[in-house]
């Protein structure tokens, strides 16, 4: 997959929610098998 560095703040702050918001949405991004999450680091799955 294709991979982002990018904090939680970052993406808050560019859609508009808190971090923590962000952090929730990336948790359950996570568990859905869509992306993996390591530190800084997402890893988007189903992208070319």
């Known amino acids: 997959g294709m991979?982002?560095?990018i904090t939680r703040q970052e993406i808050g702050r560019i859609v508009g929610?808190?971090?923590?918001m962000?952090?929730?949405v990336l948790k359950d991004?996570?568990?859905?098998?869509l992306i993996h999450v390591k530190g800084k680091t997402i890893v988007v799955f189903g992208t070319r």
């Open 3 to 5: 991979q982002i560095r």
């Open 17 to 20: 929610c808190s971090r923590e």
């Open 22 to 24: 962000a952090g929730r």
């Open 29 to 33: 991004l996570e568990e859905r098998g």
